[in-house]
């Protein structure tokens, strides 16, 4: 007979709601780190076009800025959608779906994150001089956070199921 896995959480006592409670807590401890980092950055990133150096960057390299603001954009963006969730279906008890629905903007927004973190970069070591070296540089880091923030998590869960 095929051995039957517990839930992952089967060790806790609690309802339904208590659960999507304690995941909601959780969520927003996450969010905060990345939201608030994904908001600094691109405030800084907003402030590029204003310089004097931006008037000397080539074509690719503008389009690489407008890249990185837009998708510095969409993140900050995406990270914040978890807000406007709660203010609109508090009280209306759908929590499990709304943390459901947050857990998945909040892994988009990562992603949407570490793509803006990977061109901010491509672009600084390109105005540096680095030329191509900055576009191997810039994917190493993309991948490395593919190893840290995936690969990593995805690796110890296959783990703790043997």
């Known amino acids: 007979m095929a051995e039957q896995r517990k839930p992952p959480d089967s060790g806790r006592h609690e309802t339904e709601e208590e659960r999507a409670d304690r ?5 927003l401890q996450e969010v905060r780190i990345a939201q608030t980092g994904a908001q600094i950055m691109f405030g800084f990133l907003l402030t590029v076009a204003f310089t004097e150096r931006f008037v000397t960057l080539d074509d690719l390299e503008r389009a690489l800025y407008v890249t990185v603001v837009t998708l510095g954009a969409f993140a900050v963006g995406t990270l914040i959608a978890p807000v406007s969730y709660h203010r609109l279906l508090a009280g209306q008890h759908v929590k499990p779906r709304m943390v459901t629905a947050a857990a998945h903007l909040i892994a988009l927004g990562l992603v949407l994150l570490a793509a803006t973190i990977s061109v ?5 070591l390109r105005v540096a001089g680095l030329g191509w070296a900055a576009w191997a540089i810039a994917a190493a880091v993309l991948l490395w956070f593919s190893l840290c923030w ?13």
Do not use: D, G
């Not at 995941?23 to 969520?27: A, C, H």
């Open 23 to 27: 995941r909601w807590s959780e969520l």
């Open 120 to 124: 901010a970069l491509l672009l600084l």
């Open 150 to 162: 995936v690969l990593l998590p995805v690796a110890v869960l296959r783990r703790s199921k043997r």
